[in-house]
């Protein structure tokens, strides 16, 4: 693995060619290189992480101006559109991104690589994709400039970092299980499985005002503004490539979306 001489955990590959590649995800692994640019340079993965990495960013996009709270970007590799998006619009006293949902790293090493925050916190349950994104962080340098934790990111929020809150902004990018993800019109997010909106936003507004949680760009629109108090400040943006939608970011707090 790229004349690494860290030992990688039975369940993680790095694929060079496809005929080693398990079905299923094959698709994900043509498009290796919006996942992870550096991915020749011997990024890590489980087969499971495939499904959940967020694409990286391009330079080429254009942002739509954001009117009444909805936008448009459109972007090569998404980690670092968005990163470049949350990075510009927090407030200015934010000076630390918690990332809750880290999976194999792609949008924490984005938050490092922007250079805006004092340090990147980032957070995974799963001992094994944990690992991945420690050594993919390695392989795009950023290591120094994040802290992860393995665990659960609710209880560490509440207990690991609460002290944080008022210089945090929180990132999640949490698994979007649960019935008619692919198939339904509209994305139920009260069914969405493991953690329903609402908790999602109960838990981590008790953390801090400024969110942001990366969802499937079928998100019922509804449902994301009734989880909001009447005087907070919602902004979806959609991130598109190749001219369709491939997620949405819901900006919750005092973002300044210009
Ligand atoms: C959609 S993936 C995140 C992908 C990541 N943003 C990326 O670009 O690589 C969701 C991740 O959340 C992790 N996870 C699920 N529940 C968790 C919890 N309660 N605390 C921390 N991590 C959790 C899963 O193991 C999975 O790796």
Redesign the pocket.
């Known amino acids: 693995m790229s004349g690494d001489s860290e030992e990688a955990p039975p369940e993680v590959h790095h694929y060079n060619d496809r005929s080693e590649v398990p079905w299923d995800i094959q698709n994900y692994w043509a498009q290796r290189y919006k996942l992870f640019s550096k991915y020749d340079e011997g990024i890590w993965l489980t087969d499971d992480?495939w499904f959940?990495?967020?694409p990286e960013p391009v330079a080429k996009f254009v942002v739509l101006p954001v009117e009444c709270g909805f936008g448009i970007a459109f972007a090569y590799n998404l980690?670092s559109k968005i990163a470049e998006h949350i990075a510009k619009s927090a407030p200015k006293g934010r000076s630390i991104l918690v990332d809750?949902?880290?999976?194999?790293?792609?949008?924490t090493i984005a938050f490092a690589l922007s250079g805006r925050w004092k340090r990147v916190y980032a957070?995974?349950?799963?001992p094994a994709?944990l690992q991945c994104a420690k050594h993919n962080a390695k392989v795009y340098g950023v290591e120094n400039k994040i802290t992860w934790f393995e665990g659960?990111?609710?209880e560490i929020i509440k207990n690991q970092l609460k002290d944080l809150a008022p210089y945090s902004v929180l990132f999640g990018?949490?698994?979007w299980g649960g019935p008619g993800y692919r198939s339904d019109e509209v994305f139920n997010l009260r069914t969405m499985e493991?953690y329903s909106l609402r908790k999602l936003y109960d838990e981590y507004s008790a953390f801090t005002e400024h969110m942001v949680l990366y969802l499937p760009r079928t998100s019922d629109l509804r449902q994301l503004a009734k989880v909001v108090k009447d005087d907070r400040k919602a902004t979806v943006m959609h991130y598109c490539m190749e001219g369709a939608s491939k997620a949405l970011c819901i900006y919750y707090g005092d973002f300044n979306m210009e």
């Open positions: 992480a959940g990495v967020t980690h809750a949902f880290a999976g194999a790293g792609g949008n957070i995974e349950k799963d994709v659960d990111c609710f990018s949490p698994p493991p």
